[in-house]
């Protein structure tokens, strides 16, 4: 139909001249009727090969197109990614990655969240997510978990405090200022009480917070000090801060988390692997 003649189908088809006729042939048996007339030497279609050809050309084009995306799914190119993160790597570390990925990637829906550890825990298990990414782990009997990357512990000064003109912070030093930091038994909290046991000091907040960014806020507002990982202001624009090492054994470890049961996706594998670290951070 499209060469016009055998010789230009066979040429089409890689294959001889005669064959195309023996395949015509033998598709006209099938079919129990003619697709074409021989007229003056020349084959012409019939009506019925008319019909069969215009609606075969959409059977071909959705055979491309579930070629195409069978070629999409394999290049993790389409489908669902479903994120959460804990706020101190959902506001630092995941937009620019999932704005690259976007970019790079833009059939793929994506659904990102910061919560706290207890809730990303309850979404892994009953699978409303693909991964989570935390600063402490995950505790649930369900998950899988594994640190992607150490952190260290810094402290987050205003710029204009006696305490930034010290190379580094002990526990101690935190003592006769406004001490902003978590609940004790909180996952950060737990860290850093364990830093101040470290130097037989006892934690002792001043201004309590749920999350190491929402610290940083308040430090750049001038409320007073805070022991941060090293991730909460990393691309963020906090002028009134300067960090200076906290001096402690402890470290923070980025946790990936996903369920056992609903192990990670082609998709999350190369968010994880090519987007999640891409600047080197």
């Known amino acids: 139909m499209h060469g016009g003649t055998t010789k230009n189908a066979a040429r089409l088809l890689l294959v001889s001249q005669p064959a195309v006729s023996n395949m015509i ?42 070629e195409n995306l069978v070629n999409d799914l394999r290049d993790s190119k389409v489908g669902t990614l479903k994120i959460l993160a804990s706020p101190s790597l959902g506001q630092t570390i995941l937009p620019p990655a999932i704005a690259a990925f976007a970019r790079e990637r833009p059939e793929v829906k994506i659904s990102f969240d910061m919560l706290s550890n207890e809730a990303i825990a309850a979404d892994l298990d009953s699978h409303q997510a693909d991964f989570g990414l935390t600063i402490t782990a995950v505790d649930h009997p369900s998950l899988e978990g594994r640190v992607m990357r150490e952190g260290l512990l810094v402290c987050a000064i205003p710029k204009d405090h006696p305490l930034s003109r010290k190379k580094f912070i002990l526990p101690k030093d935190l003592i006769s200022t406004t001490f902003v930091s978590y609940p004790r038994f909180s996952p950060i909290g737990i860290i850093v009480d364990d830093a101040f046991r470290e130097h037989g000091e006892l934690l002792k907040a001043d201004v309590e917070v749920h999350y190491c960014y929402t610290a940083c806020t308040l430090v750049n507002a001038g409320v007073g000090v805070a022991i941060v990982d090293e991730f909460s202001l990393l691309g963020q624009d906090m002028p009134n801060i300067v960090t200076r090492p906290f001096k402690t054994i402890s470290r923070i470890g980025v946790t990936l988390s996903y369920a056992k049961a609903n192990p990670l996706s082609r998709l999350a594998k190369v968010f994880i692997n090519e987007y999640l670290w891409r600047d080197g951070k």
């Open 25 to 66: 042939k033998q598709f006209e048996d099938q079919l129990g009727f003619k697709l074409f007339d021989r007229i003056s030497g020349r084959l012409h279609p019939t009506l019925e090969a008319e019909v069969l050809s215009k609606n075969l050309e959409r059977v071909f084009a959705s055979v491309d197109a579930i």
